[in-house]
T-cell receptor, first 113, second 110 residues
């Protein structure tokens, strides 16, 4: 089944403790992206990647890192999480032109206390 | 930010009625897409319309695109309670990354 898999689904952590949210897709998509969703603000793009070893900042990259060493994986790293990073995070992938639309993961609900 | 806008922010209708949501954007685009999200879940792709298309249909969905006005609309005909969800438009940003609007929350009352 074609899918984007995010882990974990839920995560509660403390301020400053480094964490990684994993994202993997099995559709051989070149394009991958991370979004955060907050009430009233919709989806805001954090980082995106057009292909392996190619990443770029979205609208809200501060406090986040990503890497794209392999085509299928695009982890999101929070080196020193803060409470304002409490949010619902989504990973998505698509073909380069987005012709079939994005495929989204199920989301990761992160709480930083 | 190149984020577009949807309106209305929220829409409440009776089952069987049609629901229309609008989306505006700011940049040149190659395509525009509509997505649906049930509460707290991942977004599901509904329909894509390319910049050289003016109208597209998929089942009970009808999407229009007016590139001169930089706007699109999504019409859901004969709505059902199961259509209750948030709906988002998304567009590519000068052929690069994709940008989502803030969404329209649709409630279909039985």
């Amino acid at each position: 089944e074609a899918q984007v898999t995010q882990n974990p689904r839920y995560l509660i952590t403390v301020t400053g403790k480094k964490l990684t949210v994993t994202c993997s897709q099995n559709m051989n998509h070149e394009y991958m992206s991370w979004y955060r969703q907050d009430p009233g603000l919709g989806l805001r793009q954090i980082y995106y990647s057009m292909n392996v070893e190619v990443t770029d900042k979205g609208d809200v990259p501060e406090g986040y890192k990503v890497s794209r060493k392999e085509k299928r994986n695009f982890p999101l790293i929070l080196e020193s999480p803060s409470p304002n990073q409490t949010s619902l995070y989504f990973c998505a992938s698509s073909s380069p032109t987005g012709g079939d639309g994005y495929t989204f993961g199920s989301g990761t609900r992160l709480t930083v206390v | 930010s190149q984020q577009g806008e949807e309106d209305p922010q929220a829409l409440s209708i009776q089952e069987g009625e049609n629901a229309t949501m609008n989306c505006s954007y700011k940049t040149s685009i190659n395509n525009l897409q509509w997505y649906r999200q049930n509460s707290g879940r991942g977004l599901v792709h509904l329909i894509l319309i390319r910049s050289n298309e003016r109208e597209k249909h998929s089942g009970r969905l009808r999407v229009t695109l007016d590139t001169s006005k930089k706007s699109s609309s999504l019409l859901i005909t004969a709505s059902r309670a199961a259509d209750t969800a948030s709906y988002f438009c998304a567009h590519d940003n000068y052929g690069q990354n994709f940008v989502f609007g803030p969404g329209t929350r649709l409630s279909v009352l039985p």
